[in-house]
Nanobody, 125 residues
Framework: QVQLVESGGGLVQAGGSLRLSCAGS????????MGWFRQAPGKEREFVAG????????DNTDVVKGRFTISRDNAKNTVHLQMNSLRPEDTAVYYC??????????????????WGQGTQVTVSS
């Protein structure tokens, strides 16, 4: 069983930065694929970024490439999402998620079995 708790969301002006953190519990955390998804009002949940178990491979959705960076610290059971150059369209609830050990990163939400409660990110123009 893995429990995930996000933190770091808030209100920021366009062009600003935020760093989201996800604290995980459970002995299997270090072997899991981790990801961040987001959901804006009236829209479907979408993949943002993912990272494999050892941090050796990451993937971002195109709209955040060059602006967002995912990282993990298995010794501390944490995953981070550094978000720079934020835009109003980045406004959403951001969810941390964990899935099974894989060599590649899935962008499909149903392939992740554990989810945090979400943290709100609001970017003002």
């Amino acid at each position: 069983q893995v429990q995930l708790v996000e933190s770091g969301g808030g209100l920021v002006q366009a062009g600003g930065s935020l760093r989201l953190s996800c604290a995980g519990s459970g002995r299997t955390f270090s072997t899991m694929t981790m990801g961040w998804f987001r959901q804006a009002p009236g829209k479907e949940r979408e993949f943002v970024a993912g990272i494999i178990w050892n941090g050796g491979h990451t993937d971002n959705t195109d709209v955040v490439k060059g602006r967002f960076t995912i990282s993990r610290d298995n010794a501390k059971n944490t995953v981070h999402l550094q978000m720079n150059s934020l835009r109003p369209e980045d406004t959403a609830v951001y969810y941390c998620t964990a899935g099974p050990l894989r060599a590649t990163i899935s962008t499909r939400s149903y392939e992740y079995g554990y989810w945090g409660q979400g943290t709100q990110v609001t970017v003002s123009s």
